[in-house]
């Protein structure tokens, strides 16, 4: 295996647990006793998990000691980190005995549904220590939904005698935990289902889940090329850089850029606002940055703004039906599509993903944007030179910072421990995450406890809600209160790459939005 210099120095790093983690022995998992006002159709579903209490990590031995077999998968995009969740529950399993094992299943979901694993001895893990991708095992966005699926991974699980199976994965991959945790049990099978929660956007949060891993990574290596092109609107000055960031559902990744950037204009899709209103808002920028000699900004746009324009956000829910159903679109529908750029109307039209929602990731929103704003200026005699970038691919499977190392580090070992202690459709959950390592809390929260109903394909799921961005936050408050200064005065912050060398306050910092 190739590795740069950096890389072989990172794999000397030894990322930092909670104390209470050191030695599994002296831990158990204790229930936490809760109210549920679980929607009753969830109760239906879910007889066997719907009572499943959640647990926090105590002081107080344990007297299971017998080998484990563990099976893990990566399902969904990439996130920086996942192969410290893989190290972690190797390192945990030898603790609990050296005797026990672990497979990795190969390529996602499908392979569990198709039984292609590999053993994952110290040997194959050795070269993947705090580093990024997902390319030990692959990942995979198939999902596990019909009941030959189902019952593919059952026999899977069997033939592997497996006490548990790890999934890490985003709010699609953990809602698919829930579904076979309570298919195993139905039919009789000991192999607890375990949760961890991966997802560069951000969404995947609720009380008891602060951030997915792989965000922080995401958000430093996307502020880097924001800093770096700012630092360049600057001294150019005669380009608007209309930057679009991944982030498929909710604002998190532009909040946090923003926050650590500080561009002229960040659009937060769970603001609502018109395509008109923003249009507007754009070009009066524009026009006002130049009555005072400005003729260049950096405006950031996160990738699915455009599902939370009211007009585009009615023109989907009918396209999508209309694709599902082969229904027409209705006459107000056509009349809002015709309000597009034609290339934007085939973006809009395309091939749905698995779940049948737009691809959003493959409409240039920025483009749709710079041609609207041009024609909101048609006549006005300032500059208007614009430049399109997309953030995307490029923070997924990056090099881990301090933070995901540590805190995939401390997921894994707490879904070992799940496994031993024999508990069921759960996700992993740490708290107290803005903390340093030695403060964090650790508890394992029942997946049922996250679901909703909602759309997919033309008909109702139940699947665990994603978490938007909440417009009375600390976090996005006090980018309120900062943002106005940043229109007309440059106040660009230039973070630079991801250090693992020097002071915490660079190695260690968390997420300002955690902060």
């Not at 939904?145 to 026999?155: D, V, W």
């Not at 995901?404 to 992993?428: H, Q």
């Not at 708290?431 to 049922?448: D, E, H, R, T, Y």
């Amino acid at each position: 295996m190739e590795m740069s210099f950096l890389q072989k120095v990172r794999l000397q790093y030894k990322p930092l647990l909670p104390p209470i983690l050191y030695t599994l022995s002296a831990v158990s998992l204790k229930p936490i006793s809760q109210s549920k006002h679980l929607d009753p159709r969830i109760r239906s579903l879910f007889p066997h998990t719907q009572a499943q209490t959640a647990f926090e990590i105590v002081r107080s031995p344990s007297s299971k000691a017998a080998p484990l077999r563990i099976g893990v998968v990566f399902s969904g995009g990439q996130a920086a980190g996942g192969h410290n969740v893989i190290a972690a529950l190797y390192d945990a399993l030898l603790q609990i005995h050296p005797s026990s094992a672990l497979i990795g299943f190969l390529d996602g979901p499908s392979g569990i549904i198709k039984n292609q694993s590999m053993p994952l001895t110290a040997e194959a893990i050795a070269p993947y220590r705090n580093q990024g991708g997902f390319d030990l095992i692959g990942s995979g966005r198939a999902k596990i939904e019909t009941p030959q699926q189902f019952q593919a991974s059952l026999q899977t699980v069997l033939a592997h005698d497996l006490d548990g199976l790890v999934i890490v994965g985003g709010d699609d991959s953990n809602t698919n935990g829930a579904l076979l945790a309570e298919y195993f049990l139905a039919h009789g099978c000991k192999t607890c289902v375990v949760g961890v929660p991966k997802t560069i956007d951000g969404d995947l949060r609720s009380s008891d889940i602060e951030i997915s891993f792989g965000f922080d990574s995401a958000c430093k290596t996307y502020a880097e090329t924001i800093g770096n092109i700012a630092k360049d609107a600057a001294s150019g000055k005669k380009y608007y850089h209309f930057i679009r960031l991944m982030g498929r559902s909710a604002s998190h990744i532009a909040l946090e850029c923003a926050l650590q950037t500080q561009p002229n204009l960040t659009l937060i899709g769970e603001e609502g606002k018109s395509l008109s209103t923003l249009v507007d808002e754009i070009a009066d920028l524009i026009r006002r940055r130049s009555e005072i000699g400005k003729e260049y900004g950096v405006i950031l746009i996160p990738e699915g703004l455009i599902e939370f324009i009211p007009e585009i956000k009615f023109l989907i829910q009918e396209l999508n039906q209309s694709l599902a159903t082969g229904e027409p679109l209705s006459i107000g529908a056509r009349a809002s599509l015709s309000i597009f750029p034609e290339n934007i109307q085939r973006q809009l039209g395309m091939e749905r993903d698995s779940h049948g929602n737009v691809q959003v990731s493959w409409i240039e929103t920025e483009q749709m944007l710079i041609e609207l704003v041009r024609l909101k200026l048609d006549g006005w005699k300032g500059k208007f030179n614009t430049l399109r970038h997309f953030l995307g691919y490029e923070g997924r499977s990056c090099l881990p910072t301090n933070f995901d190392a540590n805190y995939c580090s401390t997921l894994g070992t707490l879904a070992a421990l799940c496994v031993r202690d024999g508990a069921t459709g759960v996700i992993a959950s740490v708290q107290n995450l803005a903390q340093s390592v030695s403060k964090w809390q650790l508890k394992a929260v029942p997946i049922v406890d996250l679901l909703h109903f909602e759309q997919r394909s033309g008909r109702e799921k139940p699947v665990i809600e994603k978490a938007l961005v909440d417009l009375k936050s600390s976090s996005y408050v006090h980018y309120k209160k900062k943002c106005h200064a940043w229109e007309l005065e440059d106040h660009y912050l230039v973070p630079g790459p991801i250090q693992f060398f020097g002071p915490a306050e660079l190695t260690d910092a968390v997420p300002v939005t955690l902060r």
